[in-house]
């Protein structure tokens, strides 16, 4: 019996890295049980596991799953009730965002944020592909930094093509473990690979009409830095749905606007046009941002938002 860690997971068989350095490609143990969530997959990459290992010495067998410190879920698929989890015993989240080639919406980068607190776990933002940007593109991340630097969120300017901005992100990567997602084509792989060469990771040029990522990147996979630390690399997203929220518990997940609800006069308003709403008032007066009150009842209507 050995301790490891999940790094990468495909189907049912899982990749799990031991204190040796060596991983052990491993299945499940039959009627395996795991405590906690009902998911379509009963493990994830950051999950610490007990393995028996094969005499091969290169295979091996999961016979436990370790307590959680946390997970991140996402819906199984757009039709499903299902969850499935994207990784486990997560230090941060890092969202990559570009302001162009592609563009990443706030929306998206709110539902981010949300799903970030919902799960406790830290958030930071990452502005790639600096080296592209003109004076609208720069005066357009400006504003969204200082917006998301004024809730709580640090934000870093980065471009890959330069390195400038590199060294920041080594030092907030160093020692932890860390989920960078984002969509296809913003740079995620590329950040990896530019920091290891060695790791030869696959990635491509965006293209077609919208300028679109190819989602290079089809498996969550959890790769040492030299530094020390662990980073996981995730396929590009199109949305984020948020998995299991309550419609009345939704404002919980963006801190301003929490913040101000206190002041609300009634203690269920979903500040929408409750008289006395104190959100409304205050994104009137433009302390908190209309941008992130859009994002907050673009998810509110959303559909998947609704149901637990
Ligand atoms: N100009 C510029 N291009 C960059 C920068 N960072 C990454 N790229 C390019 O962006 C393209 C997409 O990069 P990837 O690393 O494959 O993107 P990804 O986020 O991993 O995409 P998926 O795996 O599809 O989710 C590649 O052609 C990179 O060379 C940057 O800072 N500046
Ligand atoms: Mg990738
Ligand atoms: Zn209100």
């Known amino acids: 019996m050995e301790k490891g860690t999940i790094i990468k997971s495909v189907g049912s068989r899982y990749r799990v890295l031991i204190s040796s350095g060596d991983t052990i490609?491993?299945?499940?143990?039959?009627?395996?049980r795991v405590?906690?969530?009902?998911?379509?997959?009963?493990v994830a990459v950051g999950d610490n596991v007990i393995i028996e290992k094969g005499k091969d010495g290169i295979t091996g067998i999961i016979s436990e799953v370790l307590d959680r410190k946390n997970y991140i879920l996402r819906k199984a698929s757009n039709l499903s009730?299902?969850?499935?989890?994207?990784?486990?015993?997560?230090?941060?989240?890092?969202?990559?965002?570009?302001?162009?080639?592609p563009a990443t919406p706030v929306e998206f980068i709110d539902r981010f944020l949300a799903t970030a607190e919902a799960y406790r776990i830290p958030a930071r933002l990452i502005f790639n592909k600096t080296d592209l940007y003109g004076e609208e593109e720069s005066?357009?991340?400006?504003?969204?930094?200082?917006?998301?630097?004024?809730?709580?969120?640090?934000?870093?300017?980065?471009?890959?093509?330069?390195?400038?901005?590199?060294?920041?992100?080594?030092s907030i990567l160093k020692d932890?473990?860390?989920?960078?997602?984002?969509?296809?084509?913003?740079?995620?792989?590329?950040?990896?690979?530019?920091?290891?060469?060695?790791?030869?990771?696959?990635?491509a040029e965006i293209s077609g009409y919208h300028k679109q990522g190819k989602h290079i990147t089809t498996f969550p996979e959890m790769h040492k830095m030299p530094f020390g630390g662990y980073v996981i690399d995730t396929p590009g997203i199109r949305g984020f749905?948020?998995?299991?929220?309550?419609?009345?518990?939704?404002?919980?997940?963006f801190p301003e606007i929490f913040r101000i609800s206190e002041k609300c006069r009634y203690y269920n308003c979903l500040h929408l046009d409750e008289p006395g709403c104190a959100v409304r008032h205050a994104v009137e007066h433009n302390e908190i941002n209309p941008l992130r009150y859009r994002s907050y009842i673009s998810i509110l209507n959303d559909e998947n938002t609704k149901y637990r």
């Open 139 to 170: 005066e357009k991340m400006e504003s969204l930094i200082s917006m998301y630097s004024a809730i709580k969120y640090s934000c870093f300017r980065l471009s890959l093509n330069t390195g400038n901005g590199l060294d920041e992100i080594k």
């Open 241 to 253: 749905g948020l998995f299991g929220m309550e419609r009345n518990e939704i404002y919980h997940f």
């Open 176 to 203: 932890k473990i860390s989920l960078i997602s984002g969509n296809s084509g913003v740079g995620k792989t590329t950040l990896l690979n530019t920091i290891d060469p060695s790791l030869r990771l696959k990635t």
């Open 81 to 101: 009730k299902q969850s499935q989890i994207i990784a486990a015993n997560l230090d941060q989240v890092l969202l990559m965002v570009t302001i162009i080639l």
């Open 35 to 42: 405590h906690g969530v009902q998911t379509t997959n009963p």
């Open 25 to 32: 490609d491993c299945v499940l143990r039959g009627r395996l």
